[in-house]
């Protein structure tokens, strides 16, 4: 895959080249990958695909303040798999850096465009002393 310009692309290469598959099994594997760059915007892509599979309303990524990252879907049963506390900490880096995010609270709408569809979600980040989230808030399916 070419490199991109921005993380804002990459995410969007990302989610063309993981559209065709199980993107809940992709992230569970994520956790075994070095923490770079990459390996937090391919989680990032994997999430919002599963989002938008599963028809989700938000998926947040919170990191405490012992480092430890949990992965939480609203209306969903089960907990998705976490990426680990180096990539969990990448994964909010860079979900700043792709909203220009800066601010302690913040919210925005990110378009993203793949496999000729587009979808625009809203990344909410939040951050209470030494505990941050980064929500990323789905569209309802019609």
């Not at 895959?1 to 989610?15: F, G, N, R, Y």
């Not at 075994?32 to 937090?40: D, I, L």
């Not at 994997?46 to 989002?51: M, R, S």
């Amino acid at each position: 895959m070419k490199e991109s310009a921005s993380p804002h692309l990459k995410v969007q290469e990302l989610c063309d080249c993981y559209a065709e598959t199980d993107p809940l099994k992709e992230m569970s594997t994520v956790i075994r990958e070095p923490a770079e760059e990459e390996t937090a915007l391919k989680w990032i892509a994997l999430a919002i695909l599963h989002g938008i599979n599963s028809n989700a309303e938000k998926i947040s990524l919170l990191k405490e303040a012992s480092g430890k990252v949990e992965v939480r879907a609203k209306y969903r049963t089960a907990q998705l798999p976490t990426p680990g506390a180096e990539t969990g900490a990448r994964i909010m880096e860079l979900t700043r850096a792709i909203t220009h995010l800066e601010t302690e609270k913040g919210k925005t709408a990110l378009a993203l465009g793949f496999r000729g569809n587009s979808v625009e979600l809203k990344v909410k980040i939040k951050k209470e002393g030494d505990q941050e989230t980064v929500s990323f808030i789905f569209p309802e399916n019609e």
